[in-house]
């Protein structure tokens, strides 16, 4: 691929992360399924936030955590997502810029605010994630900058976004441009919530060849295989994309590309806070790729990325992260 000025374009769900910790305590008296990520209206969001302890900002939603961890990576990143013009929409504008990240597109006045997900976090490091989807499930077509598409090398596309009407028409041309400007295609499965919901439009997509690098974790391509089994699930879907990429947590991850596998073991790390770990893989494998790095290499940027944003809360890298990776890499 020629002449691209960004190597990564995601398009995602922009939401202000709320974080705060939480015992299991906590959890059962609220009905909340720990590990799990729920969609929740307004009202929810304004009653869960008043019951939660000390809570934290952070710009996130999946798709922008990449992006900024391509950029943190030294890798040029774009970024495509819905706010509204109100004072979480300015923070989170000014906070994924402020990450190298470019992100032009502009707010827009729905009637609806700008995205939140209330996020608690248990000592075992696992977060629950109640998310008000707002402006961001409102994204329309008209909002793409389609030049800015055929500019990026990559274009990565973010699975929750799949499930509101309106950005998934936006996600849908999205592809069709950048297949046009002969550009890949990556999407994350982000959830097997969104398998459920949307095999079918998934399914078409990766069946008909509009995919090019898809990431999944081990339950989502499972799911999506239909069977229990992993290293069925593989192959089952490893042919119908050019790149697959899986990881399976503590027991690291696995590649396949073009008839070569690599796999890596996860790196260690303390565990704190889980947000935003798959995030943070897909944008080392990403960046890697872009500076040419292999398939194994590409698979231990991700997996070394990974271990330091689950070191500490939030998920955006606090560490120098191209010293990280030449320190580990070398």
């Not at 969001?45 to 939603?61: D, K, P, Q, V, W």
Request: proline fraction near 4%; hydrophobic fraction near 45%; aromatic fraction near 6%.
């Amino acid at each position: 691929m020629t002449d691209t000025r960004l190597d990564v374009l995601a398009i995602g769900n922009a939401i202000v992360d709320v974080i705060a910790d939480a015992d299991d305590d906590f959890l059962a008296r609220e009905g909340l399924t720990k590990g799990s990520m729920r969609l929740i209206d307004a009202d929810e969001a304004t009653r869960l936030y008043e019951h939660m302890g000390s809570a934290r900002e952070i710009s996130g939603g999946s798709a922008g955590n990449t992006a900024a961890g391509v950029a943190a990576l030294g890798a040029r990143a774009g970024f495509i997502g819905q706010v509204a013009p109100d004072q979480l929409g300015e923070f989170y504008i000014h906070d994924l810029r402020a990450t190298g990240v470019e992100f032009t597109t502009p707010p827009a006045d729905f009637g609806v605010p700008t995205a939140r997900s209330m996020v608690l976090v248990t000592p075992d490091g696992h977060r629950t994630m109640n998310t008000f989807l707002g402006a961001a499930q409102h994204l329309p077509v008209r909002a793409l900058d389609e030049q800015q598409i055929r500019d990026a090398a990559i274009l990565y596309l973010e699975g929750y976004l799949w499930d509101p009407e309106t950005p998934r028409y936006a996600m849908i041309r999205a592809i069709e441009v950048a297949r046009g400007a002969g550009r890949k295609v990556a999407l994350t499965l982000s959830d097997t919530f969104c398998i459920d919901r949307h095999r079918a439009g998934f399914s078409q997509l990766i069946d008909g060849g509009k995919v090019d690098i898809l990431f999944a974790n081990e339950a989502e391509i499972q799911a999506l295989a239909g069977v229990p089994h992993f290293e069925t699930a593989v192959q089952a879907v490893q042919d119908k994309v050019e790149t697959l990429v899986v990881t399976r947590s503590e027991r690291g991850a696995v590649a396949v590309s073009g008839g070569e596998r690599a796999e890596v073991p996860a790196e260690p790390a303390d565990v704190v806070d889980t947000t935003g770990a798959g995030d943070l893989f897909a944008a080392g494998f990403l960046a890697g790729r872009a500076q040419g790095r292999g398939l194994e290499q590409s698979l231990r940027l991700g997996a070394i990325v990974a271990a330091e944003v689950i070191s500490h809360y939030g998920a955006r890298p606090e560490a120098d992260l191209r010293a990280l990776a030449a320190e580990r890499l070398a």
